[in-house]
Nanobody, 128 residues
Framework: QVQLRESGGGLVQAGGSLRLACTASGGMFSRYAMAWFRQAPGKEREFVARISRSGGSKYYADSVKGRFTISRDNDKKTAYLQMNNLQPSDTAVYYC?????????????????????WGQGTQVTVSS
């Protein structure tokens, strides 16, 4: 069973950038589709981006499209979320999640219930 750990969060000014990393252990990372979600205070957890097992298929929430980029390095067992032009509305705890899938499955899973494995989260705060 895979375990996930996020890193890279912090405090940044509006317009700045951060790169989050999600490092996996205890499982075959390449067999999992990966995703990023976020949860702001008082709000429900929302989908941000997902990437297929191979990295060839990506899907983004409209709110981050063109600003965020999801990627992965299967050799390093790590998924990334590059966040550019950050805005105060991006302030949230960011979580990575994993879903065991078959190689040909490129479904755009975008619900929390689609993912069985979660990290502990990393705080991203964007000041205006």
């Amino acid at each position: 069973q895979v375990q996930l750990r996020e890193s890279g969060g912090g405090l940044v000014q509006a317009g700045g950038s951060l790169r989050l990393a999600c490092t996996a252990s205890g499982g075959m990372f390449s067999r999992y589709a990966m995703a990023w979600f976020r949860q702001a205070p008082g709000k429900e957890r929302e989908f941000v981006a997902r990437i297929s097992r191979s990295g060839g298929s990506k899907y983004y929430a409209d709110s981050v499209k063109g600003r965020f980029t999801i990627s992965r390095d299967n050799d390093k067992k790590t998924a990334y979320l590059q966040m550019n032009n950050l805005q105060p509305s991006d302030t949230a705890v960011y979580y990575c999640a994993a879903r065991h899938t078959i190689l040909s499955d490129n479904t755009n899973y975008a619900s929390s219930s689609d993912y069985a494995h979660w990290g502990q989260g990393t705080q991203v705060t964007v000041s205006s």
